[in-house]
């Protein structure tokens, strides 16, 4: 059974870093995509960054460019996104998810993961 439990949220003032924590259980793809999605009041669903697990490429959205970084942790089950620079538009549902990939589909779309976290609530106050 697949598993992935988001931490790191909670209440933080705009202008300041944060940094969501993912760990996976359960997942054995071996060419596999690992990434970020988010739900903001009122809005879709939408993709955040991903990393490859083929050559560790990582892809973010035009929001999170040159502000959020995503990576591998200690170990192989476990991955970060780190946000800089947080407005209050940055308010939302954060989820991490992953996908398994049989050939080049890029993981850009919340549609493309298959296994997701419940979700943690960031809300950044002005």
């Known amino acids: 059974q697949v598993q992935l439990v988001e931490s790191g949220g909670g209440s933080v003032e705009a202008g300041r870093s944060l940094r969501l924590s993912c760990v996976v259980s359960?997942?054995?793809?071996?060419?596999?995509?690992l990434g970020w999605v988010r739900q903001r009041p009122g809005h879709q669903r939408e993709a955040l960054a991903s990393?490859?697990?083929?050559?560790?490429?990582?892809w973010y959205a035009d929001s999170m460019k040159g502000r959020s970084y995503i990576s591998r942790g200690s170990t192989d089950n476990i991955f970060h996104l780190q946000i800089r620079e947080l407005t209050p538009d940055d308010t939302a549902m954060y989820y991490c998810?992953?996908?398994?990939?049989?050939?080049?589909?890029?993981?850009?779309?919340?549609?493309?993961?298959?296994?997701w976290g419940q979700g943690i609530q960031v809300t950044v106050s002005s």
């Open positions: 990393l490859y697990s083929t050559d560790d490429f990582t």
């Open positions: 998810a992953a996908a398994s990939r049989s050939g080049f589909e890029a993981c850009t779309t919340p549609g493309i993961f298959g296994y």
């Open positions: 359960g997942f054995t793809a071996r060419r596999n995509c």
